[in-house]
């Protein structure tokens, strides 16, 4: 596997260009239960990730894997419709080269999102948590090697990584769609194994209020680019120790499905707000 580099990005970027020619403002990464969202955009392009050279390609169930450039209320938009995963065996580089390439292509600001277990007592299945932080100790981080200058500094500041002025956006858009939403702290665990009851305690006594496999690297990504940052988590089912059955990506994608108009209104009245 190709570890990137600043020639490689380059290279991504020149393979896409071969398809279009758009330059979007905002990139959106869809989570589980969200990968049609971008069915209801006006399209103006799409480019299946295999049509990239040597670019990392989703396999888990329900990501389609391709982006999808177009409009999301009359913002440009680049639309990862699938996100590629640590623990579908790439290297940490790989798992955030789609973001450092919709960074490249145009985009400035990031939206994430995802489906998370909730740890937090005051979550329930189908919630929605605005992530206003997070723990990155327990994934390596994507800006081991050496530094690509061309992205952001060697020792980049992770005071804020999810902007503040982002936040405000998403918490008055909630408002307006009557839809409610909860904040809090997202933890990224490797995955793929959903985690003991033991770990659930101990990342509570750290406290994060969420857990998943997925967002914290790509938000570090792009924190390191300079790119604004928010994200949303999907609350798609209880932790271990916490729920009261066996957890399993059924239940996960049951939940998102469930919940994924009002997941969409949330998205779409958000970046509305988030033209420039």
């Not at 299946?48 to 391709?66: A, M, Q």
């Not at 798992?95 to 909730?118: C, D, Q």
């Not at 702290?185 to 770990?199: D, M, R």
């Not at 994060?208 to 940052?229: I, L, N, P």
């Amino acid at each position: 596997m190709l570890i990137p580099s600043w020639e490689r990005i380059e290279k991504c970027v020149s393979d896409v260009r071969k398809k279009t020619d758009f330059v979007p403002e905002l990139a959106l990464v869809l989570g589980s239960g969200l990968g049609d969202f971008a069915e209801s955009a006006e399209a103006v392009a799409v480019v299946n990730y295999s049509e990239i050279d040597g670019f990392p390609v989703s396999t888990v169930p329900g990501h389609k894997g391709r982006f999808f450039f177009g409009y999301v209320e009359g913002v440009k938009c680049v639309i990862m419709q699938g996100r590629v995963h640590y623990y579908e065996g790439y290297t940490m580089e790989e798992v955030v080269l789609p973001v450092r390439l919709m960074n490249a292509l145009g985009a400035e600001t990031l939206f994430l999102t995802n489906a998370a277990g909730g740890i937090s007592p005051t979550f329930s299945a189908g919630d929605f948590m605005l992530i206003n932080g997070h723990i990155s100790s327990f994934v390596p981080s994507p800006l081991i090697g050496k530094n690509i200058d061309r992205l952001g500094v060697r020792f980049p500041d992770m005071s804020e990584v999810y902007d503040k002025n982002l936040r405000e956006i998403i918490k008055q858009s909630a408002s307006e769609q009557n839809i409610a939403l909860k904040e809090g702290v997202y933890v990224q665990l490797t995955g793929p194994n959903f985690e003991t009851p033991q770990e659930i305690k101990m990342l509570s006594m750290l406290g994060a209020d969420a857990v998943g496999m997925s967002t914290v690297c790509e938000a570090v990504a792009a924190k390191h680019a300079g790119m604004s940052v928010c994200g949303i988590s999907c609350i798609s089912n209880l932790a271990a120790g916490i729920s009261k059955t066996p957890l399993s990506h059924a239940e996960v994608s049951e939940t998102a499905d469930r919940v994924a108009p009002d997941f969409k209104r949330l998205i779409s009245a958000s970046v509305k707000k988030m033209k420039k």
